[in-house]
C-alpha cells in the first residue's frame, strides 16, 4: 500500500462534476452547498415517459428514439457499476468468510519492546477499539485478542519484516494467522499524534471520555492512526466528524481464555464439525438479532472478571425467569429489531464516490432507520416495571428525546407506511416510494413512469399468455429483474416446446423461467426509470442526514440496550430448556452435581453428574480413570462451567460457587497418531509451556493426559515435575492422567487431592467374558483399574498369551520406576522441605488457632520433617524450638 490512492476511480462523469451532481456529505465538512438535482437528467426523465406513452414497445422507432435519449445515462451506469466491481473486488474474497475487522498492530522498539498497541475496527461497526499493553515473550496475550477478533486483514508496519528478517511478534502472527490477509504499511503512518487528531475529530462526543485514557498512550493511538488512514484507503469513504464509538479496552477487564483453549473446549466452533451447533455458544445462544449473537460471542471468549458486574447480569436473568411477561414481552420487542451497528456503520461513513448502489444503499438505511425508531416505543414500554438495576438502566437510556426526535424529522420526509420488509422486490417497492410526494416534482413524474412500465410489463406478460394460451406469470428476481414464469403442471406446449421469442430459459423443477426481446428492454427501462428515482431520492435523504446527523449518536446506545438484552434474555432462554442455577462467586470452586452443558443438549438426555471441589487449601486435583470413563468430559464441564458463570450466566448443576479465574488455560490429550506421535509431543510441550510461562495464582488450570506422546517413563517424568511446579502455586488445577504413580503425590503434598472416574467390572456367568460399565461417576481417592488399556486390548481379539506377558512386564517396569524415584534421596528431602513448606504457608494464610494450639501443631510439622529427613539419613538444623 503507498497510501497514494491511486486505485481511486471515477463516476458520473469528471470528477469535477461530481460535487454539485450528488452531495452527500451530512457532516457538513467539505460542503456547504445544498444537493443539485441537474436539469438535464430530470428532463430525460420526463422525455422518456413521453416516448413510452405514445409508441408502441418494440416498434422500432420508438425504441430507437428512446434509446438514443438514454444512451449516455446507460453508458454511465455501467460505469458506475464497473467501478464498483473494481473498487470492492479485493475484499470480495474475504466478504464470503464472514469476517469483517480489520486489525493493526505494533509494538514498542528498544526498551519498549514487549509493550503492544493495537486498533481494531469491524467494517459492519462503526466503533474504534483500541488496546495497548505488555506482553510477555510467548506474545499470548496479544496473539489471544487477534484470535478473539477473527480479522479479515492484519497490519503491521514495514519495520517489523525487513530483508527478509521479521521480528518475533511479526513471525508469531503470520504463523497464527496463515489464512488472512497481511498487510504491511509505511512506518510514518504508525503516527501517534496523527492518532490522536482523528480520535479527537472522529470520535462521538458520548465516548469523549476516552481521549483522557489513551492520549499518553501512544503506540494504540499509532495503530489507530494507520488502520484510519488505511480504511479511507480502501473503503473509498471517510467517517463522518464526531461520529465514531471510540473504546478503550486494556486487557484487565476479561479473563484471557487462548486460543488453543477455546478450541478444546469447542467454545465457538466445533472441533470436527464447524457448522455444528455443538459448542457452548450453540447451547447459549438463543439470541434474535446479530449484534445480539455478537455479543454473546465475545462474551464466551472473554468473560468478565467483576464479580458486581457478572452480579447485575445474574439479578437481570433472574428477573427476567421470575416475570414471563417481561420476558415474552422484551423477547417480542428485540426480536424485530435489526442490525443496528451495521445501520450506523453506513449512516456515518461519507463515501468519496457516489454510485447507484451508495444512492441505493443509503435510501435503505433511512428506512432501517425509520424501522429500528418506530420500534424504541415499544422496547420503552415493556421495560416500564422493571425492578433490577440493569433493565433500569436501559429503560432510562431509552427515555432519550433524541429517538422521537429523529423520527420526527424522517416522518417529515419518508412516508408513514414505509418500512423494511424482506424480499427484494418489497424492499424495491419500498425504496422507491419512500422519499413523501410533493418533495420532489420530479420524483414524483420518474415513480409515475415506474408504475406505468411496472404496469405494461404486467400488461405484456398477460398478453403473451393470451396469445400462446399458457398460463404465465410476472416473476421478480435481483439478478433477472421481471422475467415470466410458467407452470408444466398440466400444460401442453405448442408442438411440445416453449415458443421461439422466449429466451434465457431456465428450468428449476417443475417451473420454467423466461423473457423476451421486449421484456428485456422494458426492464432496462425499469431499471433506468429506478435509477432516477434512487438519485433523486438520495438527494432528497442526504438532505434529511444532514439535519439528524448531531443526534444519530443516541443509536449507539440503543445498540448497546439492544444487543445486551438480547444476549441476557438469550441466557435466561437457555435456563428455561434447562435446570441451571444461579452461580455464586466466592474463594471456592463448588459445583454440587454439575452436567456438561452440550452433552446435556447433545444426548438430550440428563448425562450423569458429578460435584468438583477445589479450594486454596486443596487447589490441585488428580483424577484418574480407564479410558472412555469420562474424564476429559468432566474436565470441560467444570471449565465450562466456570465460563458460564463469568459471563453472567445460570450454569448446569443444582449449586455452584466459583472462584473468578483471570485466566482459562486447558491441555488436553489428542487422540493417539502414531504417524504423528513426535509432533503430537511437541505440540504437549508447547502448551504446558505456554502455560507455565503465564499461569498466575487466580488461574483455572485444566490439564488432561500430559505425556501421552511419548514413553511411560519420560512421560510420567514429565508429569511429576509439571505437577510440582503447578504445585507451588495457588492457581486451581484439574490434572486427568493414565499415570496412577501421580497419586502418591497426594501423600506428599497437602493441597492434592485424588479423584477418579469409577468403572465396575462384571463377569458373564454363562461365558466367562468379563465387561465394564461405565458409571461416570466421580469418586475420591485413586482409580484401582491399574493397565486399562491392557483391559481394553482383552477386550479385543488378541491372543491371551500377548496380554498376559504385557501386564507381566507393564507391572514390573512400573514398580522399577517409582521405586527408582522414590528412592533417589534428593528427590525425598525436596519433598520433605516442600512438604514442610506448602503446611507452614497455609497455616499461615488460613490460621485462626490461639497460640498454644499453633505452637503445638507447628511442634507436629517440625517432628514430622525431622522424622522425614533422618529417614534418608540428613542431619536436622531445627535445634531449638524458637527455630
Ligand atoms: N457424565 C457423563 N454422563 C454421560 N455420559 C458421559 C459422561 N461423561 C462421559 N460420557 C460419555 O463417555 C464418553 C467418553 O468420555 P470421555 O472422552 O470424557 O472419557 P475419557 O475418560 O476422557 O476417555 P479417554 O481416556 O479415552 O480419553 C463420552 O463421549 C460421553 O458420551
Not at 423 to 438: D, E, F, I
Amino acid at each position: 500500500w503507498t497510501g497514494s490512492g491511486q486505485n481511486q476511480t471515477t463516476s458520473y462523469g469528471s470528477a469535477s462534476s461530481r460535487s454539485s451532481h450528488l452531495s452527500v456529505d451530512e457532516g457538513g465538512r467539505k460542503s456547504s452547498h445544498g444537493p443539485v438535482l441537474p436539469r438535464a437528467a430530470s428532463g430525460d426523465v420526463r422525455i422518456a415517459r413521453n416516448v413510452t406513452a405514445n409508441t408502441s414497445i418494440g416498434s422500432p422507432e420508438g425504441m430507437g428514439l428512446y434509446t438514443k435519449r438514454l444512451e449516455t445515462i446507460i453508458t454511465m451506469t455501467f460505469q458506475i457499476f464497473s467501478t464498483v466491481s473494481v473498487s470492492t473486488s479485493s475484499s470480495s474474497a474475504h466478504t464470503t468468510s464472514g469476517a469483517s475487522v480489520i486489525v493493526a498492530v505494533v509494538e514498542g522498539r528498544g526498551l519498549a519492546r514487549g509493550e503492544i498497541g493495537m486498533a481494531s475496527i469491524n467494517l459492519k461497526c462503526p466503533e474504534l477499539v483500541l488496546s495497548q499493553f505488555a506482553d510477555t515473550g510467548t506474545y499470548a496475550k496479544v496473539i489471544t485478542k487477534i484470535h478473539i477478533l477473527v480479522p479479515l486483514e492484519i497490519l503491521m508496519p514495514d519495520t517489523s519484516s525487513e530483508k527478509g528478517k521479521g521480528t518475533k511478534l511479526f513471525n508469531l502472527i503470520t504463523e497464527n494467522f496463515p489464512g488472512v490477509a497481511f498487510t504491511k504499511i509505511q512506518r510514518k503512518y504508525f503516527n501517534e499524534r496523527k492518532g490522536l487528531e482523528y480520535i479527537q475529530q472522529l470520535c462521538a462526543p458520548e465516548f469523549g471520555t476516552v481521549l483522557m485514557e489513551v492520549q499518553a498512550k501512544y503506540y494504540c493511538l499509532a495503530t489507530a492512526a494507520a488502520l484510519l488512514k488505511y480504511l479511507e484507503f480502501i473503503q473509498n469513504s471517510v467517517y463522518a466528524a464526531k461520529s465514531l464509538k471510540v473504546i478503550f479496552k486494556g486487557s484487565e477487564q476479561t479473563a484471557m481464555i487462548d486460543s488453543a483453549s477455546a478450541t478444546n473446549l469447542e467454545l465457538v466452533v466445533n472441533n470436527r464439525d464447524h457448522r455444528s451447533e455443538h459448542t457452548l455458544l450453540g447451547v447459549l445462544n438463543h439470541t434474535k438479532t446479530p449484534g445480539g449473537a455478537r455479543r454473546l460471542r465475545s462474551n464466551i471468549l472473554e468473560p468478565l472478571l467483576d464479580v458486581d458486574t457478572i452480579n447485575i447480569r445474574l439479578d437481570t436473568i433472574q428477573e427476567l425467569l421470575q416475570d414471563e411477561e417481561l420476558f415474552f414481552g422484551l423477547k417480542n420487542a428485540i426480536g424485530h429489531f435489526l442490525d443496528i451497528d451495521q445501520l450506523l456503520s453506513v449512516l456515518v461513513q461519507i463515501p468519496k464516490l457516489e454510485t447507484v448502489q451508495v444512492a441505493e444503499a443509503k435510501i435503505t438505511r433511512v428506512i432501517q432507520l425509520k424501522h429500528t425508531l418506530d420500534l424504541v416505543p415499544r422496547l420503552r414500554m415493556v421495560l416500564t416495571n422493571c425492578n433490577t438495576a440493569l433493565l433500569k438502566a436501559y429503560s432510562a437510556s431509552l427515555e432519550d428525546k433524541r429517538f422521537d426526535m429523529i423520527l420526527e424529522q424522517i416522518k417529515t420526509v419518508i412516508n408513514d407506511d414505509t418500512t423494511y420488509l424482506k424480499g427484494s422486490l418489497n424492499m424495491r417497492t419500498q425504496k422507491c416510494y419512500a422519499v413523501r410526494p410533493n418533495i420532489n416534482e420530479f420524483l414524483d413524474i420518474a415513480r409515475r413512469a415506474y408504475t406505468e412500465i411496472v404496469d405494461d410489463i404486467a400488461g405484456l406478460v398477460n398478453q403473451m399468455g393470451e396469445k400462446y394460451g399458457l398460463p404465465m406469470r410476472t416473476s421478480f428476481s435481483t439478478a433477472r429483474g421481471f422475467f415470466i414464469q410458467l407452470k408444466l403442471e398440466g400444460v401442453v406446449l405448442p408442438e411440445g416446446k416453449l415458443p421461439s421469442e422466449f429466451i434465457k430459459v431456465t428450468k428449476y423443477k417443475n417451473n420454467y423461467g423466461f423473457t423476451t426481446a421486449d421484456l428485456v428492454k422494458m426492464n432496462d427501462r425499469c431499471d433506468e426509470a429506478l435509477r432516477e428515482i434512487f438519485h433523486m431520492s438520495y438527494v432528497v435523504i442526504c438532505q434529511l442526514l444532514r439535519t439528524i446527523h448531531e443526534h444519530i449518536h443516541c443509536l449507539y446506545k440503543l445498540s448497546d440496550a439492544v444487543s445486551m438484552l438480547d444476549m441476557l434474555l438469550s441466557l435466561a432462554n437457555a435456563c428455561t430448556i434447562s435446570d441451571y442455577v444461579r452461580p455464586e462467586f466466592t474463594d471456592t470452586l463448588a459445583i454440587k452435581q454439575g452436567r456438561h452443558p452440550i452433552l446435556e443438549r447433545m444426548s438430550g438426555q440428563q448425562p450423569i453428574s458429578n460435584n468438583a471441589y477445589i479450594s486454596e487449601g486443596s487447589n490441585f486435583v488428580i483424577i484418574t480413570g480407564p479410558n472412555m470413563s469420562g474424564k476429559s468430559t468432566y474436565l470441560k464441564q467444570v471449565a465450562m462451567c466456570q465460563i458460564m458463570g463469568q459471563i453472567g450466566s445460570f450454569v448446569p448443576a443444582e449449586y455452584a460457587s466459583f472462584r473468578v479465574a483471570d485466566q482459562i488455560f486447558t491441555r488436553i490429550g489428542v487422540d493417539d497418531d502414531f504417524e504423528t506421535n513426535s509432533s503430537t509431543f511437541m505440540l504437549e510441550m508447547k502448551e504446558i509451556s505456554y502455560i507455565i510461562h503465564n499461569v498466575s495464582d487466580r488461574s483455572l488450570i485444566i490439564i488432561d493426559e500430559l505425556g501421552r506422546g511419548t514413553s511411560a517413563e519420560e512421560g510420567i517424568g514429565i508429569c511429576h515435575s509439571v505437577c510440582e511446579f503447578l504445585l507451588s502455586l495457588q492457581a486451581f488445577t484439574l490434572f486427568a492422567t493414565h499415570f496412577l504413580e501421580l497419586c502418591q503425590l497426594e501423600s506428599l503434598y497437602p493441597n492434592v487431592e485424588n479423584q477418579h472416574l469409577e468403572v465396575q467390572h462384571t463377569r458373564s456367568n454363562d461365558t466367562g467374558a468379563e465387561s465394564v460399565v461405565y458409571t461416570y461417576l466421580l469418586k475420591r481417592g485413586c482409580s484401582e483399574d491399574r493397565n486399562y488399556g491392557l483391559r481394553a486390548a482383552e477386550m479385543t481379539s488378541l491372543p491371551s498369551t500377548i496380554i498376559q506377558e504385557a501386564k507381566t512386564v507393564a507391572s514390573k517396569v512400573s514398580q522399577q520406576l517409582l521405586a527408582k524415584h522414590h528412592s533417589d534421596p534428593e528427590n525425598q528431602r525436596q519433598r520433605a522441605v516442600y512438604h514442610l513448606a506448602t503446611r507452614l504457608l497455609q497455616t499461615a494464610r488460613n490460621s485462626r488457632l490461639d497460640p498454644d494450639s499453633l505452637r503445638m501443631y507447628l511442634k507436629g510439622l517440625r517432628k514430622q520433617y525431622e522424622a522425614a529427613l533422618q529417614a534418608i539419613g540428613q542431619q536436622t538444623s531445627m535445634d531449638t524450638e524458637e527455630e
